[in-house]
C-alpha cells in the first residue's frame, strides 16, 4: 500500500496540534500548512470537508536524501494530511518508501525507510494522545 492513515475522535484542529507537537519529538517541522476547504470555497468551489495538508521537513535527512540523489527532491518535502471523513478525523500521508522506490536506489530506501517509520510513530501518537 503506498500511503499510512489512522484514525481520531480529535478535532481536525486538535489533531493538527497533536501532530505538530509530535513531529517536533522527530525534529520534523511544519514548513507550511494548506487548508484545501478554505481555498476551495475561495474559488467558488462547495467543499464542507475539513481537509488540511501539511508540508513536513526535517532538515537533516533532506540533506541526507538530497545529497545521495539529487532526483530526490522531487518528493520533498513531506506531506501529511489530516481530514474529516466517515465520522472521524483522519491522519495520513503517502509513504516515503513507495516515492523513493521509483528511483531504484537502495540506499535512499533505507533512509526513506527510517523516515517513514518515524512519521507513522508521529500520526500515531497524534491519533491516539
Not at 29 to 49: A, H, I, T, Y
Not at 64 to 76: D, M
Not at 98 to 118: P, T
Amino acid at each position: 500500500m503506498f500511503h499510512y492513515t489512522a484514525e481520531t475522535t480529535a478535532s481536525v484542529q486538535n489533531a493538527i496540534a497533536a501532530l505538530e507537537t509530535s513531529l517536533k519529538e522527530e525534529q520534523f517541522g511544519v514548513l507550511w500548512q494548506f487548508n484545501l476547504r478554505e481555498k476551495l470555497k475561495e474559488k467558488g468551489f462547495d467543499f464542507e470537508r475539513e481537509y488540511v495538508v501539511l508540508e513536513v521537513c526535517n532538515p537533516a535527512e533532506a540533506n541526507r536524501v538530497i545529497n545521495e540523489n539529487v532526483l530526490a527532491g522531487h518528493f520533498l518535502p513531506c506531506k501529511i494530511v489530516v481530514y474529516e471523513g466517515d465520522g472521524k478525523t483522519k491522519i495520513g500521508m503517502p509513504k516515503p518508501t513507495a516515492f523513493m522506490n521509483m528511483l531504484e536506489d537502495d540506499a535512499l530506501m533505507g533512509i526513506a525507510a527510517d523516515v517513514e517509520a518515524r512519521l507513522m510513530k508521529c500520526i500515531n501518537r497524534a491519533a491516539n494522545p
